[in-house]
């Protein structure tokens, strides 16, 4: 990825090159060229996902090398054959570069599922980098609400979507208690709100930030210490845990009332222990979803044309790509929502 003796044109990108930790870094990638039905997004920005520290950890299958970033919005600048009529327009794809579309899950709509699916950022080259090539199917146009770089929260609000809607985990009058303020906590905060839930969110003491902006958007925002005296009197009717964290997932599971709805929406990237035996004795419903599928893309679609998801106050800051070191590490350690890297920015 690295060869410049080719006279195809050159960018820079941010490259997994190896397993370890310590082989991410920039380097110098072709340019790529969009074939058939395929367009080539100029990236105005990409959201630094958990999903990028797990496949700096190893914790996260990816095939190196390989250009990291997956959380992607930009606008079209160039089409291939039956893709013409995307190009100007401003997007965020879907992650599936290819698909086999003939096994169980790909015939039953569920592309994320399928069990040789190639995805941008782990799989095929992604959008830490100036451009990026999808398939058109792929893209969904920006709503002329969102900011130039809130289009990358498509992404995880697709995964949001996939988790909660069709069917429902809520309904009007439940109470929702959401585990964890990050963005994926807070998108699910919205939707849940959106469908009619009275929503809690819980964070720690160095989440107040996070709390904060959650509270400004209508959520109860609590510490995770008054969890207890904030729940009602037999439990939450749905607890959604997006904090990924062993202890915040059991403080979930022991808030929820008997009969309740669990959805796991985020990852721990490792194993974990846990009293499993509360799902039982609870007889919970435990749902969750793994990444996305096109009906939760055009459940997005339908929340922020609606106004009930707004992004735009997610986006914390924005840095150019050459500060990703800078932006991880601020993204380990939750300070922030959602950073985001524009590539526009290094000049």
């Keep these: 990825m690295t ?24 380097g110098s990638v072709p340019r790529p060229a969009p074939g058939p039905d ?11 996902c958990g999903t990028d520290l797990h496949i ?31 190009t100007g327009k401003r997007v965020s794809p879907e992650t599936y570069f290819y698909t086999c579309d003939r096994c169980a899950a790909c015939l039953a709509g569920r592309r994320n599922l399928c069990p ?5 950022g782990s799989h095929v080259n992604g959008g830490f980098a100036t451009h990026v090539v999808v398939p058109q199917r792929n893209l969904h146009e920006v709503h002329e609400s969102v900011g130039e770089h809130a289009g990358a929260l498509y992404e995880p609000l697709s995964c949001v979507a996939q988790c909660l809607c069709d069917p429902a985990v809520a309904s009007p009058g439940d109470s929702a208690l959401v585990v964890g303020p990050g963005a ?12 009619g839930a009275s929503v809690t969110i819980s964070g720690t003491s160095g989440d107040r930030r996070r709390l904060d902006l959650a509270a400004s958007l209508g959520m109860t925002s609590v510490l995770a210490a008054e969890v207890e005296a904030a729940t009602p009197g037999v439990g939450f009717d749905v607890v959604a845990d997006a904090s990924g964290n062993e202890r915040g997932i059991d403080a979930g599971l022991r ?12 990852l721990t990237g490792k194993p974990i222990s846990l ?27 339908q929340l922020i044309a609606a106004g009930e998801v707004v992004l735009d106050p997610l986006v914390t800051d924005v840095s150019p790509l050459s500060a990703w070191e800078t ?8 300070d922030g929502v959602k950073l985001v890297l524009d590539p526009r920015l290094d000049g």
């Design 116 to 120: 040789t699916r190639k995805s941008i």
């Design 184 to 195: 994926m906590g807070i998108l699910t905060a919205q939707v849940l709100k959106a469908q």
């Design 56 to 86: 700096q950890d190893d914790e996260f299958p990816s095939i190196p090398p390989v250009v990291m970033g997956h959380e992607v919005t930009g606008r079209v600048v160039e089409a291939g054959t039956g893709a013409e009529s995307w």
């Design 275 to 301: 009293d499993i035996d509360l799902i039982c004795l609870k007889e919970l419903v435990v749902t969750s979803g793994f990444a996305s599928t096109p009906r939760s893309w055009r459940r997005v679609e």
């Design 3 to 26: 060869d410049n003796t080719s006279d195809t044109p050159r960018m820079p990108g941010l490259i997994k090159r190896d397993k370890g930790a310590e082989n991410v870094g920039l």
């Design 327 to 334: 932006s991880f590490a601020r993204t380990r350690r939750a």
């Design 38 to 48: 395929e367009a080539l997004i100029e990236v105005y920005a990409t959201g630094i």
């Design 255 to 266: 808030a929820i009332r008997k009969g309740g709805h669990y959805v796991q929406v985020g």
